[in-house]
């Protein structure tokens, strides 16, 4: 499989490969290599799907994961409601190129999903989005990211029940927010009403008020969906 990497102007800065199995091939250079993926050119400070992107004009939600192929499965299923893009690797998911960033603010709601809820929380804070982590299920010690639960015929359903959630209000507006004590009860107290355990409001006290961090998905919610 040959995954082109474009930049924001459309130019072609990198080239991955995935083969179907391990193997032993001889490169440009005469060695001999066994690889099950290798590249060509440099992906780093980029990130794969612009070729794929609607834009905020004409879809609301973004989403950002980490490898290619969970791009490829998300937009396989969700490409009429949603934009994807990739960052390829943990350190770019958390630290966005600025074109990038200021993208992800035209769009009403972004969701940053990483295998490790630490990643997507740090990513998440740096734009002010939503976070979420692969769900643990059983075989998938890492979590179960977006390919494998289309693989497993869970994505649909899952990305559903997101989007579903998301848009009945908004809950990305109150993220950085710092509340008062009554208006954060509030605030909790109704995001259970209305979404039961699915997502869940991280935030520190200031004082008697409180700084809304960031907005966390329960994968454990999702995978029983």
């Known amino acids: 499989v040959s995954i082109p990497w474009l930049n924001h102007e459309g130019a072609l800065v990198s080239v991955k490969y995935r083969f179907?199995?391990?193997h032993t091939y001889?490169?440009?250079?005469?060695?001999?290599?066994t690889e099950n993926k290798t590249s060509r050119g440099q992906s780093a400070g980029h990130v794969f799907g612009w070729q794929a992107l609607k834009g905020p004009g004409t879809v609301d939600t973004l989403v950002i994961c980490e490898g290619e192929m969970n791009a490829l499965s998300l937009w396989q299923v969700g490409h009429d409601r949603i934009d994807v893009l990739s960052?390829?690797?943990?350190?770019?998911?958390?630290?966005?190129?600025p074109?990038?960033?200021?993208?992800?603010?035209r769009y009403a709601h972004v969701i940053m999903w990483a295998d490790r809820g630490s990643v997507a929380d740090s990513a998440a804070g740096?734009?002010?989005?939503?976070?979420?982590?692969?769900?643990?299920?059983?075989?998938?010690?890492?979590?179960?990211d977006a390919n494998d639960l289309l693989k497993m015929g869970m994505l649909?359903?899952?990305?559903?029940?997101?989007?579903?959630r998301l848009t009945i209000g908004d809950l990305t507006k109150?993220?950085?927010?710092?509340?008062?004590p009554a208006t954060w009860a509030a605030l909790q107290a109704e995001c259970t009403q209305r979404y039961g355990d699915l997502w869940k409001f991280e935030a520190?006290?200031?004082g008697d008020r409180w700084h809304i961090k960031r907005l966390n998905v329960s994968p454990g919610m999702i995978s029983n969906q």
Do not use: C, N, W
């Open 204 to 206: 520190q006290p200031r």
């Open 156 to 164: 649909g359903t899952t990305l559903e029940g997101m989007l579903q």
């Open 26 to 33: 001889t490169d440009t250079q005469k060695r001999s290599r």
């Open 99 to 105: 074109h990038v960033a200021d993208l992800a603010a």
């Open 87 to 97: 960052s390829g690797t943990e350190s770019t998911m958390q630290h966005l190129p």
């Open 20 to 22: 179907v199995a391990t």
């Open 126 to 144: 740096e734009i002010e989005s939503a976070s979420m982590r692969s769900p643990k299920l059983p075989g998938f010690d890492k979590g179960a």
């Open 174 to 180: 109150y993220v950085s927010k710092i509340l008062g």
